[in-house]
């Protein structure tokens, strides 16, 4: 793991680094900020206890030899000496540079944060989950002490079925009429479409019922379903029941608009052939009654 310490900003202009650089050279200061990083790796409290002179020259990376160059750096103060113990310290290393100094103690605070803050939530689910059982076993108790009548609605008596056909789902209802028209449009849709199949039958069933309690009748909705299958476009898009009643308004309004107007022109002799003039005066009137409708029949006379 990377370490790093606090190194002041022109630390070199300090009248101490400037008799370090007359003394040893670029070396000796370079000697010091290499120190620095030692303690801070190996040495985080700034004590350099059990390195002797020639430890702390080779932690400098300054030749052993040169055992001086630790005297130097104690006159001036970058060092500190203590006799009773025969240790040298860094000079107010632990002001300087606190991360590192008190490097054990933070790091332990913080696991200690972590630690508490973990069990805090930990208690959280564990309440949270407590209180969801504690729920669930109530609701459970309640409903097991709960005395069923046959006036209760939650707990009809399976013996006394309810005659109300309106407090039955649909799909509850013995052969519901939506049932029936489902079977209907199922049939259909296998005389016109063989192999083919309505998508989710028990769906058809439920929605067709909504509708016929809506006011819709069965004949109606028979009626929009035959014209769908027989149109190109729509009888692939219907056979869900979803897909049918999301465009039920449209192809009910397609459907009526598509049915063929039949004009009921009566003949004026059926004994006899039609003149020509009495052709052209039919063509006319079937025109108008059919609101300017084009007549593709045949030019001549039957």
């Given at each position: 793991?990377?370490?790093?310490?606090?190194?002041?900003?022109?630390?070199?202009?300090?009248?101490?680094?400037?008799?370090?650089?007359?003394?040893?050279?670029?070396?000796?200061?370079?000697?010091?900020?290499?120190?620095?990083?030692?303690?801070?790796?190996?040495?985080?409290?700034?004590?350099?206890?059990?390195?002797?002179?020639?430890?702390?020259?080779?932690?400098?990376?300054?030749?052993?030899?040169?055992?001086?160059?630790?005297?130097?750096?104690?006159?001036?103060?970058?060092?500190?000496?203590?006799?009773?113990t025969d240790t040298y310290s860094l000079h107010n290393w632990s002001e300087r540079n606190p991360n590192c100094a008190h490097r054990d103690e933070i790091s332990a605070q913080k696991r200690a944060n972590i630690n508490s803050r973990w069990e805090r939530e930990r208690e959280k689910r564990a309440r949270r989950e407590a209180k969801k059982q504690a729920g669930k076993t109530g609701k459970k108790a309640a409903d097991t002490g709960r005395i069923r009548t046959e006036a209760d609605p939650k707990y009809p008596n399976p013996s006394q079925p309810s005659k109300d056909k309106d407090s039955?789902?649909?799909?509850?209802?013995?052969?519901?009429?939506?049932?029936?028209?489902?079977?209907?449009?199922?049939?259909?849709?296998?005389?016109?479409?063989?192999?083919?199949?309505?998508?989710?039958?028990?769906?058809?069933?439920?929605?067709?019922?909504?509708?016929?309690?809506?006011?819709?009748t069965a004949e109606q909705l028979q009626a929009?379903?035959?014209w769908a299958l027989a149109d190109a476009f729509w009888r692939s898009r219907i056979l869900s029941a979803k897909a049918f009643f999301d465009n039920l308004a449209a192809i009910s309004i397609q459907c009526q608009e598509q049915e063929p107007v039949q004009t009921v022109v009566p003949l004026q002799n059926a004994e006899r052939p039609l003149t020509a003039e009495e052709w052209q005066a039919?063509?006319?009137?079937?025109?108008?009654?059919?609101?300017?409708?084009?007549?593709?029949g045949d030019d001549a006379p039957p």
């Open positions: 793991m990377a370490y790093d310490c606090r190194v002041y900003a022109g630390f070199e202009r300090h009248p101490k680094f400037i008799a370090i650089k007359e003394a040893y050279g670029a070396d000796g200061v370079l000697g010091v900020v290499i120190l620095w990083g030692y303690a801070a790796e190996y040495r985080p409290s700034g004590v350099l206890d059990g390195m002797s002179k020639a430890g702390i020259c080779r932690a400098c990376q300054i030749e052993a030899k040169q055992t001086e160059y630790v005297d130097f750096l104690t006159d001036c103060r970058i060092l500190d000496y203590d006799a009773a039955l789902s649909p799909l509850s209802r013995e052969s519901s009429e939506g049932e029936r028209v489902r079977d209907a449009f199922a049939a259909s849709l296998e005389q016109r479409q063989p192999g083919a199949r309505l998508k989710r039958s028990d769906a058809w069933a439920e929605r067709l019922q909504v509708a016929i309690d809506a006011g819709q929009v379903w035959e039919m063509k006319k009137a079937s025109v108008e009654s059919t609101d300017g409708a084009v007549n593709k």
